[in-house]
């Protein structure tokens, strides 16, 4: 079992719908969630970034972090074609020290269809 | 330097030649992280640096891969003897200090070995 799982995809969806990704992991020492986004050959750009538990919300976009039942998600609302990217979620051990290595899903390939 | 720089951008390598890739931080930061993303695979840690030190290498395959930080210049990510399983996109993230959660990412090295 991977330590990180999620669903690649693709998820196809007209403009304007609400898009839900989601993750789920094993490793219960986790804090730190992350939700990038990725271009075609580009490098990761960070979305959201969560500790611990809970949601954020930073303008389309809502993280939301499950802790017991180790699910994370990426709400968007109002999607556009300009969303079209592959979404890949990342956790990191604070257990680790200084070390925060990040431990990525698949990434899930989106398609928002004006 | 306000962004990670990573060059070059796209490298071609026969089989059996050296690859390097080498990894600009952005300014003032001394700690950088390299992952490697294999297709159908997603984005994977490999090695985790400071500089002149070499904190975590655990997600480094044992032969053919090295690693180095100096104290000045860029840091550097040496495969030797390549083969065509090394194919892939490699992104390096850089931070002022460890225990960073988000360092910011490059835009990547892509290795086609012919």
């Known amino acids: 079992q991977k330590e990180v799982e999620q669903d690649p995809g693709p998820l196809s969806v007209p403009e304007g719908a609400i898009v839900s990704l989601n993750c789920t992991y094993s490793n219960s020492a986790f804090q730190y969630f992350m939700w990038y986004r990725q271009y075609s050959r580009k490098g990761p750009e960070l979305l959201m970034y969560?500790?611990s538990s809970g949601n954020k919300e930073d303008g389309r976009f809502t993280a939301q972090v499950d802790k017991s039942s180790k699910y994370i998600s990426l709400f968007i609302r109002d999607s556009q074609p300009s969303d079209s990217a592959t979404y890949l979620c990342a956790m990191s051990d604070e257990n680790a020290g200084n070390n925060r290595k990040l431990i990525w899903g698949l990434g899930t390939s989106l398609a928002v269809n004006p | 330097n306000a962004d990670v720089m990573q060059n070059p951008r796209h490298l071609v390598r026969r089989r059996g030649q050296e690859a390097r890739l080498r990894c600009s931080p952005m300014?003032?930061?001394?700690?950088v992280y390299w992952y490697r993303q294999l297709p159908e695979e997603g984005l994977k840690f490999m090695v985790y640096?400071?500089?002149?030190?070499?904190?975590?290498e655990s997600g480094m395959p044992k032969e053919r891969f090295s690693a180095e930080f100096p104290k000045e210049g860029p840091s550097i990510l040496r495969i030797q003897q390549v083969v065509r399983g090394d194919s892939a996109a490699y992104f390096c993230?850089?931070?002022?200090?460890?225990?960073?959660?988000?360092?910011?990412f490059g835009p990547g090295t892509r290795l086609t070995v012919l």
């Open positions: 993230a850089s931070s002022p200090f460890g225990g960073d959660p988000i360092p910011p």
């Open positions: 969560t500790y």
């Open positions: 300014k003032g930061h001394s700690h």
């Open positions: 640096l400071q500089k002149e030190n070499i904190i975590d």
